[in-house]
């Protein structure tokens, strides 16, 4: 079954505790994305990566960082998380650049306190 | 000005009627324009998507883009309480890479 797998699904941090959040395709996409999702704001796209070893960021890259070493991993990791990261997060994978027919993880509910 | 307006509703309409959701945008580089759905506490699905201007139709399903106007529609014909969801617009340029949504629009389907 094709599927975009994130890891945790719930996470409850405190500020300043590094942290990684796990995603992983299984469909062979060479586009990788993370987005996080706010009342009020909508989906706000953070970092994008077109292949392995390429990102680039997004609208709101701050305060986030990613890595693209394998093609089907691409985790998000917050180095110093605050309480304004506090969000839902999803990541996504696309076969095109376009990222016409993207696939959605089931997201992770972050709190940072 | 936003890049791309979308009214966030609440929309509620009875079962079997047409429903129309619709966004605007600024950005004359948009090419690829998606529609996603999203169930509570579920990642968004995609419903359609076009390229450039013109129609799409799948199922009860229909998307519209006007590229003159810079506006995209999507109209669900004989809605069922199944579609009650919130219905995401997105758009991304031509070189790819940075997928810009609208807020999305809730949707409630009544029986």
């Known amino acids: 079954e094709a599927q975009v797998t994130q890891n945790p699904r719930y996470l409850i941090t405190v500020t300043g505790k590094k942290l990684t959040v796990t995603c992983s395709q299984n469909m062979n996409h060479e586009y990788m994305s993370w987005y996080r999702q706010d009342p009020g704001l909508g989906l706000r796209q953070i970092y994008y990566?077109?292949?392995?070893?390429?990102?680039d960021k997004g609208d709101v890259p701050e305060g986030y960082k990613v890595s693209r070493k394998e093609k089907r991993n691409f985790p998000l990791i917050l180095e110093s998380p605050s309480p304004n990261q506090t969000s839902l997060y999803f990541c996504a994978s696309s076969q095109d650049r376009g990222l016409t027919e993207a696939f959605f993880g089931q997201g992770t509910r972050l709190t940072v306190v | 000005q936003k890049e791309v307006e979308q009214d966030p509703g609440p929309l509620s309409v009875p079962e079997g009627a047409i429903v129309s959701l619709n966004c605007t945008y600024s950005?004359?580089?948009?090419?690829?324009f998606m529609w996603y759905r999203q169930y509570s506490r579920k990642g968004p699905e995609l419903l359609m998507y076009t390229y450039s201007s013109g129609n799409k139709e799948d199922g009860r399903f229909t998307a519209q883009v006007d590229k003159s106007s810079k506006y995209i529609s999507l109209f669900i014909r004989d809605s069922q309480p199944s579609d009650s969801a919130t219905y995401l617009c997105?758009?991304?340029?031509?070189?790819?890479?940075?997928?810009?949504f609208g807020k999305g629009t809730k949707l409630s389907v009544k029986p």
């Open positions: 990566s077109m292949n392995v070893e390429v990102t």
């Open positions: 950005n004359s580089a948009f090419q690829y």
């Open positions: 997105a758009m991304s340029p031509p070189w790819g890479g940075n997928l810009i």
